[in-house]
């Protein structure tokens, strides 16, 4: 029962080629986030979803493309994939930044993608 | 802009001593703060968070910071390491520019803290 699960965990992949992270929250969150954490493990955000509505892209490359079917799901596709796309990509929900509310992020053990 | 400044990028310590990991952010308005630790191979993991009210919060695992306006500091410490609190810690500062619609995390760039037995 992980309250944040992402899929897959390694995923090596060559140049050029396409492939998607799933993302499922089972906190009943209405916010969901990407981060990309680099080779220096610097973190940052690319995405977020509040209600399935696209809230922040963070100047991403328009190869990544975010999809979230419903609340509780948030895909990462990536298109045409280089080597300087080779990281570790965190899923992560919360619930949203109200004031007076929880506003802890969970995040997903994350996916460690290399593009050889 | 909001920012995140972790000083040290590596702090070793030996076992049962003391740490401090420091923290200092860079914002003009309130601020939520957190602490995250990453053991390797994970994903991340809250510590403690500051949202409001007293500026001692208590944390997991005996970890505490102290929210320190006017210093604009969030300090992390534990009065007693041990080996299995090796991992990378990351400070952060919730962006609350998008309202409460989201809660984007701005993160500093990390602290390994190496304990050595």
């Known amino acids: 029962d992980t309250a944040v699960s992402q899929t897959p965990k390694y995923l090596v992949t060559q140049m050029g080629n396409d492939k998607s992270i799933k993302c499922e929250q089972n906190l009943g969150h209405d916010t969901m986030y990407w981060y990309k954490q680099d080779s220096k493990k610097f973190l940052k955000i690319m995405f977020s979803y509040n209600n399935k509505e696209l809230i922040i892209n963070e100047t991403v490359p328009n190869r990544f493309s975010p999809k979230s079917p419903d609340k509780a799901h948030l895909n990462l596709h990536i298109n045409s994939l280089e080597l300087g796309d080779s990281a570790v990509y965190f899923c992560?929900?919360?619930?949203?930044?109200?004031?007076?509310?929880?506003?802890?992020?969970?995040f997903g053990q994350g996916t460690r993608l290399t593009v050889v | 802009a909001q920012s995140v400044t972790q000083l040290d990028s590596q702090v070793p310590v030996f076992e049962e001593a003391p740490v401090e990991l420091r923290c200092n952010y860079s914002?003009?308005?309130?601020?939520?703060l957190f602490w995250y630790v990453q053991y390797p191979n994970q994903g991340l993991q809250l510590l403690l968070k500051?949202?409001?009210?007293?500026?001692l919060v208590k944390g997991i695992n005996g970890f505490e910071a102290e929210f320190n306006k006017s210093q604009t500091s969030f300090h992390l410490r534990k009065p007693s390491v041990h080996i299995s609190d090796t991992a990378e810690y990351f400070c952060?500062?919730?962006?609350?520019?998008?309202?409460?619609?989201?809660?984007?995390?701005?993160f500093g760039t990390g602290t390994l803290l190496a304990v050595q037995p």
């Open positions: 952060a500062v919730s962006d609350l520019s998008y309202g409460g619609a989201t809660n984007k995390l701005i």
């Open positions: 500051y949202l409001s009210g007293s500026t």
């Open positions: 992560a929900s919360s619930q949203g930044a109200l004031q007076g509310t929880n506003t802890e992020a969970f």
């Open positions: 914002s003009s308005v309130s601020v939520y």
